[in-house]
């Protein structure tokens, strides 16, 4: 079985560029994460989708950040302009299911970006 | 406010010996308490979890033991690899509630050597 595939795994930008990150889930898996990964951090969660809907974004900073996942498989994450602080590793992680209970979530290899 | 916390960053263990991982929680809601590992440049892998209804899980070498009247969580490695040299995350959900989000601590370092 295939894991979850994420591109491109390293990104050098500017501050004030934009930036965009692709994931492919686990075939079959209805749920979909964005986590950011701050050096020295655990992964903290930036959005939740359930198929094509979003479950929840409350960490996600919308001023810059927007994600879609317009047919409930594929995903992209994108954030425009980027900042110095937004540096970090992002993961995209799938499960089979969410919604009420816990379902074993599998992550992709992220994307590590750095602003310069 | 960090509602999982790993407070060790790192810990060396010699081959062969018992690795202790340890974490506190602070959201008495939580219910469901995972632990992640982590290569460099891979993303984490699921290593075991235990319900809030259990004080204790085993899956080969690796033990997990909650205390929920102290809010602490550890991972116990019997005997330790070389190869379970990794970074461990603990992460907690709120089972019955959330959508299964995971709260992650910021992480052990964990080196183990031959």
């Known amino acids: 079985e295939a894991g979850v595939a994420q591109s491109p795994r390293y990104k050098i930008i500017e501050k004030r560029q934009s930036v965009a990150f692709w994931c492919n889930p686990i075939s079959g898996h209805a749920t979909l994460y964005w986590y950011q990964q701050i050096l020295g951090q655990g992964p903290k969660l930036l959005i939740q989708f359930q198929n094509n809907g979003v479950v929840d974004d409350s960490q996600l900073p919308k001023d810059r950040f927007s994600a879609e996942r317009l047919k409930g498989v594929d995903s992209t994450l994108k954030i425009q302009p980027a900042k110095l602080e937004d540096s970090a590793v992002y993961l995209c992680a799938s499960s089979l299911d969410g919604g009420r209970g816990w379902n074993e979530q599998f992550f992709g290899p992220g994307t590590r970006l750095t602003v310069l | 406010d960090q509602q999982v916390k790993q407070n060790s960053p790192s810990l060396s263990v010699q081959e062969g010996r018992i690795s202790i991982l340890n974490c506190d929680y602070t959201n008495s809601m939580f219910d469901y308490f995972l632990w992640y590992k982590k290569y460099p440049a891979e993303g984490p892998t699921f290593l075991i979890s235990i319900s809030s209804i259990k004080d204790k899980n085993e899956d080969g070498r690796f033990t997990v033991f909650l205390n929920k009247s102290a809010k602490h969580l550890s991972l116990h490695i019997v005997p330790s690899q070389p190869g379970d040299s990794a970074v461990y995350f603990c992460?907690?959900?709120?089972?019955?509630?959330?959508?299964?989000?995971?709260?992650f601590g910021k992480g052990t370092k964990l080196s183990v050597k031959p």
């Open positions: 992460a907690a959900s709120d089972y019955g509630g959330s959508q299964g989000n995971l709260i």
